[in-house]
Structure formats: C-alpha cells, structure tokens
C-alpha cells in the first residue's frame, strides 16, 4: 500500500478489524519510510448490477438513489438513520443475491414494498404512492384496505 504522504509502497499493518457490519476490512498502517501512520480498507469487489429500466433503458445501479427514496419515504417516521442505512443495506444485499448482471426497475421496487410494508406501515404507503402512481384518494383508500386485511390476517394467525 502506498503511503499517502511520501507514496513510499512499504508499510506495516498495526491493527485490523471488521468494518461495515463484516463486509470490510479496516487496517491502521505505518509508512517504513516516513513513520505516517493511515487507515485503508479492504472490501470484496462485486460485479456492477445494471437495472433494466421500464423504458428499455438501462443504467448501472445506484445505492445512492435507493436510499434518497427510501429516505424520503421514511421522514417524519420512527424510523432513525441508522435503521434507513440498514434496510437500504438489506435491499442491496438482496439485488445483488437476485441477480446476475442485470435487474429490473420493477423487482426492485415491489422488494422495496414488500420490505417496507414489514417495517412501517406509514413509508410503505408513501413509497407505494410513488412507485404505483397512486392518481387520487381511491389509490390509497385500496392500498390501506389491503394493509388492514393483511393485519386481521396476521392476527388471526397469532391468535
């Protein structure tokens, strides 16, 4: 690894620890030459995943915009910044489990829905509203019925 200050290429690794929940490694490093000391991490390189969009476009996916709507969805919720950065880590998880290469727009947003609706009632009808193009109140009074029906449904299961 190359020092940041004298990109002398010999250093040591002073210490080593999992980072970002085990998905890297984090290493402290020291400069042989000049004594620097800097951090670098280690992560498993995946293949890119391109999302095949309604049109027929196509474009490579973007973490980012997942959790800007997701993000979106979720304010004014319970759900903390922490929670969002996780469920968006879930759904990535997913999308690269469910695909080769390639992934449509589509799977990814009934994923999102159906992750969602286990998680908060209120960011899965903002997101549904959105994703669906909800035109008017009749949209959400269907989505609403449908998440009353699936609560009694899982009551009665308990019970």
Partial sequence: ?????????????????????????????????????????????????????????????????????????????????????????????QIVQDSNKDIKSSHIGELILKNLRKENEVAYIRYASVYRKFNGVKDFISTLESLKGSSKNQLASIS
């Fill in 1 to 93: 690894m190359q020092c940041p200050t004298c990109q002398n290429t010999d250093s040591r690794v002073l210490e080593s620890r999992s980072a970002d929940s085990g998905k890297s490694v984090r290493r402290r490093r020291e400069c042989l030459n000049c004594s620097f000391r800097f951090t670098t991490y280690e992560r498993v390189e995946t293949m890119p995943v391109s999302v095949l969009k309604k049109d027929g476009g196509r474009e490579l996916f973007d973490k980012q915009k997942l959790f800007t709507g997701i993000s979106r969805a979720c304010e004014k919720t319970n759900f903390s910044s922490e929670e969002i950065i996780n469920f968006v880590d879930g759904i990535e998880s």
